[in-house]
C-alpha cells in the first residue's frame, strides 16, 4: 500500500512541475557572420528580436501553452538617414531590432514550438516558407524520444536558379516563386490526398530529411517531447563533438545529389547563461521565471517532497 501511495504522489508531482517550468530556448550562433533572430508568439518573450554575433548566445524563457517560431535574419543594417533597420533575409517589416508582434517575411528557415502544460511539446524545423540559413533544434532535459532536427546543408549553394533570391543569399519555396495552388497546397490542392511533394519540396527533403519540406509533411517532420528546454543553434557543425558522439545519419541521394543529415538521440542542451541557482526562493514567492524543468532539480523538488510526506 505504501509503495501504491509513494507511485502516485511521484507521478503527481512529476506532473506539477512539468506543468509549471515552460521551457527555456538558448538561441546559439555558430556562423561565422551576425545573425539577427527573430521571434513570434502568441505572448511576447523577453525580445522579439536581437542582434547575435558569431559565438554568441542568448537564452529565453517562455511559459507552458506558448507556441512561436523562431528564425535568423541575415544581411540587416540600419539606414543612416532614417533609423530604418532591414534585412537581407528573413526581414519582418518592423524596421526595428526588434519584431514587435511580426514574422519573418519569406524565404526564411523557421524552427515552431507549441511548449504543453504538463504534457508533450511539439516542435519542427519548416521549410516551407524556403530557407534562408542552416538551423537545428536539440532538446534537453525531457522524457520521450525528444530528437533533434533541422537543416544543417547550406541549400543555397544547391538552389535552383528559378528559387534563388539576389546572389544566392536565401532559397524560396515553390511556391513563393510560382505561387500556384499546387505548390502552395490551396484551391483544389488544400488537402493531404490532393496536395504532393513537387520536384522542388523534394529537392528540399533529400537535403533535409527531418524538416518539413512542403504543408503536408508531417509524418516525418514533427517531433514530441515532455519537459524540455530546448538549444537553437544556427549554423551549427557537423563535426561538432555533439554530432561526433551522437550521430544519426541518414544520406539520401537525387538527382546527383547527396546530402547527410546529423540527429542527436538526446541532445544535450546547455544550461541557461543566465542560471545563477536562485530560482527556487523566488519560485515559491512566484518571482522566479527561471525553469525548473532539469533532471537534476526534479529528483532534488521530488526526493524533498516525498520525504515531507512520508517522515511528517
Given amino acids: 500500500m505504501d509503495s501504491l501511495i509513494f507511485s502516485i504522489c511521484l507521478l503527481t508531482l512529476i506532473s506539477i512541475f512539468q506543468g509549471i517550468s515552460g521551457a527555456t530556448f538558448t538561441i546559439v550562433n555558430k556562423c561565422d557572420y551576425t545573425v539577427w533572430p527573430g521571434i513570434l508568439g502568441q505572448t511576447?518573450?523577453?525580445?522579439?528580436?536581437?542582434?547575435?554575433?558569431?559565438?554568441?548566445?542568448?537564452?529565453?524563457?517562455?511559459?507552458?501553452g506558448w507556441s512561436g517560431r523562431f528564425w535568423g535574419r541575415t544581411g540587416c543594417t540600419s539606414d543612416q538617414?532614417?533609423?530604418?533597420?532591414?534585412?537581407?533575409?528573413?526581414?519582418?517589416?518592423?524596421?526595428?531590432?526588434?519584431?514587435?508582434?511580426?514574422?519573418?517575411?519569406?524565404?526564411?528557415?523557421?524552427?515552431?514550438?507549441?511548449?504543453?502544460?504538463?504534457?508533450?511539446?511539439?516542435y519542427d524545423v519548416s521549410l516551407v516558407d524556403g530557407y534562408n540559413i542552416p538551423m537545428i533544434v536539440e532538446p534537453s532535459s525531457g522524457s520521450g524520444m525528444c530528437l533533434s532536427t533541422g537543416c544543417i546543408n547550406d541549400l543555397n549553394r544547391q538552389c535552383p536558379t528559378e528559387l534563388s533570391v539576389g546572389s544566392g543569399v536565401a532559397c524560396k519555396s515553390a511556391c513563393e516563386a510560382f505561387g500556384t495552388p499546387e505548390y502552395c497546397c490551396s484551391g483544389a490542392y488544400a488537402t493531404p490526398d490532393t496536395c504532393k511533394p513537387s520536384v522542388y519540396s523534394e529537392m528540399f527533403k533529400v537535403a533535409?530529411?527531418?524538416?518539413?519540406?512542403?504543408?503536408?509533411?508531417?509524418?516525418?517532420?514533427?517531433?514530441?517531447?515532455?519537459?524540455?528546454?530546448?538549444?537553437?543553434t544556427f549554423c551549427p557543425s557537423s563535426t561538432s563533438q555533439k554530432s561526433a558522439s551522437n550521430t544519426v545519419a541518414a544520406t539520401a541521394t537525387a538527382t546527383g545529389t547527396t546530402a547527410t543529415t546529423y540527429g542527436s538521440i538526446t541532445g544535450?542542451?546547455?544550461?541557461?547563461?543566465?542560471?545563477?541557482?536562485?530560482?527556487l526562493p523566488g519560485l515559491l514567492t512566484g518571482e522566479?521565471?527561471?525553469?525548473?524543468?532539469?533532471?537534476?532539480?526534479?529528483?532534488?523538488?521530488?526526493?524533498?517532497?516525498?520525504s515531507f510526506v512520508f517522515l511528517s
Fill in 208 to 232: 533535409c530529411p527531418k524538416a518539413y519540406s512542403y504543408a503536408y509533411d508531417d509524418a516525418t517532420s514533427t517531433f514530441t517531447c515532455t519537459g524540455a528546454d530546448y538549444t537553437i
Fill in 268 to 279: 544535450t542542451g546547455q544550461v541557461p547563461t543566465d542560471y545563477n541557482g536562485s530560482w
Fill in 288 to 306: 522566479s521565471s527561471k525553469t525548473i524543468s532539469e533532471a537534476a532539480l526534479h529528483i532534488t523538488l521530488l526526493a524533498s517532497a516525498i
Fill in 81 to 122: 538617414t532614417t533609423g530604418q533597420f532591414t534585412c537581407q533575409t528573413g526581414d519582418c517589416g518592423s524596421t526595428q531590432v526588434e519584431c514587435k508582434g511580426n514574422g519573418a517575411t519569406p524565404p526564411a528557415t523557421l524552427a515552431e514550438f507549441t511548449i504543453g502544460s504538463g504534457n508533450q511539446d511539439f
Fill in 44 to 64: 511576447e518573450l523577453d525580445s522579439t528580436g536581437f542582434e547575435l554575433p558569431s559565438g554568441g548566445s542568448r537564452s529565453l524563457q517562455a511559459p507552458p
